[in-house]
């Protein structure tokens, strides 16, 4: 026979049970309810801001890694550049910069040319080179405004240019183009064959026939 103290004992067990059970289960709602996805990085984190008036491809291999977005702050973006931010996944986001503007082809037509010459030790690439030019763009006119020079000969093929009278400058680097072309309004861009591969070539050729046409004095001197 059971007692009455047993009797007592049991229901205050079953309560106990039940009770330890809703505990639990609260708290285990409670962790899968307060426990959000984890958040993506933050815009500030993967928003990369670059200051430099030239964005060129050393200023983009510069940008940590994880970045997937930058912004330019008053610059101008070299093809080579955008290429680069390509190759890594990187988008360009809206920017106060006059990038858009420099990437806009010179003419509305949206025909861009250039005299492309190449001299005798470099003639080899020059079916490739307009060709590429051609994908992009920019022909080949023996009156454009600016002229191309592709030579191992840099040094000499500059003194021959400004001893025609051009406004010859020398270029080694992708960057030097639209600093070199404020400086002097140049009508005239030799390109060192050792500094360029045939992509960097293009890159280059292709930037020097965005820019704004040379003042009307240069291009007398450029379409003898």
């Given at each position: 026979m059971t007692s009455p103290a047993t009797q007592s004992a049991t229901p205050n067990n079953v309560d106990i049970a039940s009770i330890v059970e809703q505990v639990l289960r609260r708290l285990r709602d409670q962790t899968d309810t307060s426990v959000s996805p984890p958040k993506p990085a933050?815009?500030?984190?993967?928003v990369h801001v670059l200051n430099d008036k030239v964005i060129s491809v050393d200023v983009i291999q510069g940008v940590?890694?994880?970045v997937t977005q930058v912004q330019v702050s008053g610059g101008i973006v070299t093809p080579a550049a955008?290429?680069?931010m390509r190759s890594r996944g990187i988008t360009l986001a809206g920017s106060k910069s006059t990038h858009a503007a420099a990437t806009k082809p010179a003419s509305n037509s949206g025909k861009r040319f250039i005299q492309l010459h190449t001299d005798t030790s470099s003639k080899s690439i020059r079916d490739a080179l307009t060709r590429q030019l051609s994908l992009r763009g920019v022909d080949h006119?023996?009156?454009?405004h600016r002229a191309v020079i592709?030579?191992?000969?840099p040094a000499a093929t500059l003194f021959d240019r400004i001893q025609?009278?051009?406004?010859a400058a020398l270029i080694t680097r992708l960057e030097d183009i639209p600093r070199f072309a404020a400086e002097m309004d140049a009508?005239?861009?030799?390109?060192d064959m050792q500094r360029f591969n045939l992509v960097a070539l293009v890159n280059a050729a292709n930037t020097i026939a965005q820019l704004p046409k040379p003042t009307a004095s240069t291009s007398q001197e450029t379409s003898r």
């Open positions: 933050t815009n500030d984190q993967t940590p890694s994880g955008r290429d680069e006119c023996p009156r454009a592709v030579t191992d000969r025609s009278g051009s406004r009508d005239t861009f030799v390109l």
